[in-house]
């Protein structure tokens, strides 16, 4: 076979190549971009670990700051930041109304206040809810005491 009857036979035949079931490769990187990327893993971390008010006057508005820090690859998402078993109502979380996204690398600050009504200590628990697969609910206990509390000075002897 001549090479002239070579190169027809090798060109007649591609463009019967789709109906033998053959195609080229133009659309692999039209596929790629199809794909999503992978958002990551989110992974959370908190300071401080726990709340203590100490010394409080009973009636008087006390704050601090806890942080959430995503630490991981993806978003962290606070679904509740919120006081439980606060008997007394003395605990409150400002800045987590809704839903917080705290971007990848990122943080947020929520305000704790504690307000006393009376002289007696009080306990409690923040319960957090988020998308954080071994963190979905964790809490951070909480506690106030009034300034009265503290050493009465009696010895006990």
Same mark, same amino acid.
Request: aromatic share 8%; with cysteine; charged share 20%.
């Given at each position: 076979?001549? &090479?002239? *009857?070579?190169?027809?036979?090798?060109?007649?035949?591609?463009? #019967?190549?789709?109906? +033998?079931?053959?195609?080229? @490769? %133009?659309?692999?990187?039209?596929?790629?971009?199809?794909?999503?990327?992978?958002?990551?893993?989110?992974?959370?971390?908190?300071?401080?670990?726990?709340?203590?008010?100490?010394?409080?006057?009973?009636?008087?508005?006390?704050? &601090?700051? *806890?942080?959430?820090?995503?630490?991981?690859?993806?978003?962290? #998402?606070?679904?509740? +930041?919120?006081?439980?078993? @606060? %008997?007394?109502?003395?605990?409150?979380?400002?800045?987590?109304?809704?839903?917080?996204?705290?971007?990848?690398?990122?943080?947020?600050?929520?305000?704790?206040?504690?307000?006393?009504?009376?002289?007696?200590?009080?306990?409690?628990?923040?319960?957090?809810?988020?998308?954080?697969?071994?963190?979905?609910?964790?809490?951070?206990?909480?506690?106030?005491?009034?300034?009265?509390?503290?050493?009465?000075?009696?010895?006990?002897?």
């Amino acid at each position: 076979m001549t &090479t002239a *009857l070579k190169l027809f036979a090798m060109f007649s035949l591609v463009p #019967l190549l789709p109906l +033998l079931g053959c195609e080229g @490769d %133009t659309n692999f990187s039209k596929a790629n971009q199809d794909v999503e990327p992978d958002p990551g893993v989110p992974a959370l971390s908190y300071s401080p670990e726990s709340i203590v008010f100490p010394d409080l006057t009973v009636g008087a508005t006390y704050s &601090t700051t *806890l942080t959430i820090e995503s630490v991981g690859d993806g978003d962290v #998402l606070i679904y509740r +930041l919120a006081p439980a078993d @606060d %008997t007394y109502a003395v605990f409150d979380v400002y800045g987590a109304d809704d839903t917080v996204e705290i971007l990848a690398g990122g943080s947020e600050e929520f305000t704790i206040t504690a307000i006393l009504p009376d002289a007696v200590a009080a306990e409690a628990e923040l319960s957090i809810q988020s998308n954080v697969s071994d963190m979905l609910q964790f809490s951070i206990p909480i506690s106030a005491y009034a300034a009265d509390l503290g050493d009465t000075g009696d010895t006990g002897e």
